[in-house]
């Protein structure tokens, strides 16, 4: 769910922000925080748990605009507390959204606090560099 | 001290959520909040606030208010009501400090009931705010009983600070 | 300078958009189109390949300019287009090429840079000429880019990588490129 939306929406990041391509994951990660969050969703989720091989890490979102108002509802239903992500839209943005840029990723919720977790954090993790598929001319 | 009995009705007449309390000003009790109405009134309080539906309805239209102030009372139980631009009704039940329960003795001017007046209206103005902030959860359909323990506590917080 | 008209090349080199947004050039059969933006894109990307054995990295601010982003919030050109063809001169247009991170480009034809007299013309002149011109181009690229996420990557009946039949974005198009 959204990869669609990033598909598109990385466009407008690129035409808005002019961002080149990064040279470590490092990078991508202050990109997508402090440039992509920061301007669609003005706020600023911060970076944690970067793995040891620098491919994957957690964004930790303070707040989510998504799901300000939202309380999970009380049912007898105990799969809505275990199996609902409500803010699984973020996971597909991104993972569309950097396969445009060719970086393959997995990207999931590990904990959402709308659960009653203490924090929202979503894990992203780099599979692979597509470099076949960089398009020719860019340095 | 004065006891309340707070409850929110839809727009088909079905109540949403409800609510006893005591003022938290008054000397603390045993409990801080818990009401004082007797077993009888207790029984009695959906029903008053229920047959003041028909006077909410009267008076909406002769003010361009929200808050419609006090339109009711019965046996000593004031009635005050809020109405949003959703026809849902607040209505605020209390013990009028001033009538020593005697029966409706007609509208007193007393400093202590202008004071209610405006701490009432308060308290409805931000009741409808959680109740707004309520109707904004996706997982909530206009007409639900408000059964979040949330809600419930956010408007317990807010008789706190104003009744 | 006069912009004749916009050519917009998805990644694998189809031609999804061609407009003439002011008179003044001859019309192609529309394979002709076709056949030019296939070859544009070829001659784009061999280009690409044709450098010093040895090359590095000539264009050391790319690295910098995500940092420059992050740290003053200052938007930059969108433009990656550093080793392909960028630009044909000729005597009666000139052709320019744009491309952006995720491989679509955009291609403007214009009116030719102002030409001096032949006889007494300086080479560095021309140059700057040239340049000019280019920076010029540039600016409307990245008008270009922004109209085109609003008006078709924003559209939901639009399907990526096919043509845009967009009247919106047409006329959008049209109001930035008409002089």
């Known amino acids: 769910m959204g990869y669609n939306i990033g598909m598109r929406l990385i466009e407008e990041f690129l035409a808005k922000t002019g961002a080149q391509r990064c040279e470590s994951f490092r990078e991508t990660a202050d990109m997508i925080s402090k440039v992509g969050f920061k301007m669609f969703l003005n706020t600023v989720p911060q970076i944690e748990n970067f793995s040891s091989d620098g491919t994957s890490f957690s964004l930790i979102l303070t707040e989510n605009p998504l799901a300000e108002f939202v309380e999970l509802p009380l049912t007898q239903y105990p799969k809505i507390h275990k199996e609902l992500w409500y803010s699984q839209l973020y996971c597909g943005v991104l993972r569309g959204a950097l396969q445009m840029v060719q970086l393959d990723t997995d990207v999931y919720f590990v904990r959402d606090s709308i659960r009653g977790d203490d924090k929202t954090e979503i894990r992203l993790k780099l599979n692979k560099v597509l470099k076949d598929e960089i398009p020719a001319g860019e340095d | 001290m004065s006891s309340y009995y707070f409850t929110i009705i839809g727009t088909r007449d079905n109540p949403l959520y409800e609510l006893e309390f005591s003022s938290f000003k008054a000397p603390a009790s045993l409990i801080p909040g818990e009401s004082h109405f007797t077993a009888k009134v207790k029984e009695l309080l959906p029903f008053i606030a229920n047959s003041s539906l028909d006077l909410v309805e009267d008076s909406q239209w002769l003010t361009p208010n929200f808050n419609l102030g006090r339109i009711d009372s019965f046996g000593g139980i004031w009635v005050n009501a809020f109405v949003t631009q959703g026809n849902v009704k607040f209505i605020l039940c209390y013990d009028n400090p001033n009538s020593n329960n005697s029966l409706d003795n007609g509208i007193s001017s007393g400093g202590s009931t202008k004071y209610d007046e405006s701490s009432m209206k308060h308290f409805f103005n931000d009741a409808y705010d959680l109740y707004v902030k309520a109707l904004l959860n996706p997982f909530y359909g206009a007409n639900d009983p408000l059964v979040s323990p949330d809600f419930d506590y956010k408007i317990k917080i807010v008789a706190k600070k104003y009744l | ?179």
């Open chain 3, 1 to 179: 300078m006069r912009i004749f008209s916009l050519y917009i090349l998805n990644k694998a080199g189809g031609l999804v958009f061609q407009k003439d947004v002011n008179p003044g050039i001859a019309k192609l059969t529309a394979n002709d189109y076709l056949v030019l933006a296939g070859t544009l894109h070829s001659v784009h990307a061999i280009a690409t390949n044709l450098k010093p054995a040895e090359c590095r990295s000539l264009n050391e601010t790319a690295q910098t300019v995500n940092g420059q982003i992050l740290s003053s919030g200052k938007a930059s050109t969108p433009n990656v287009n550093n080793l392909g063809l960028q630009h044909v001169d000729t005597d009666y247009f000139s052709l320019y090429v744009f491309q952006t991170l995720t491989g679509i480009k955009f291609v403007l034809v214009t009116s030719p840079v102002a030409k001096q007299d032949h006889s007494h013309e300086s080479p560095l002149s021309t140059k700057g000429e040239l340049r000019k011109q280019y920076e010029l181009v540039e600016e409307y690229f990245k008008q270009l880019y922004v109209l085109y996420c609003d008006y078709v990557m924003k559209d939901p009946f639009y399907s990526t990588d096919m043509p845009i039949k967009s009247t919106l974005f047409e006329a959008k198009i049209k109001s930035v490129c008409e002089a």
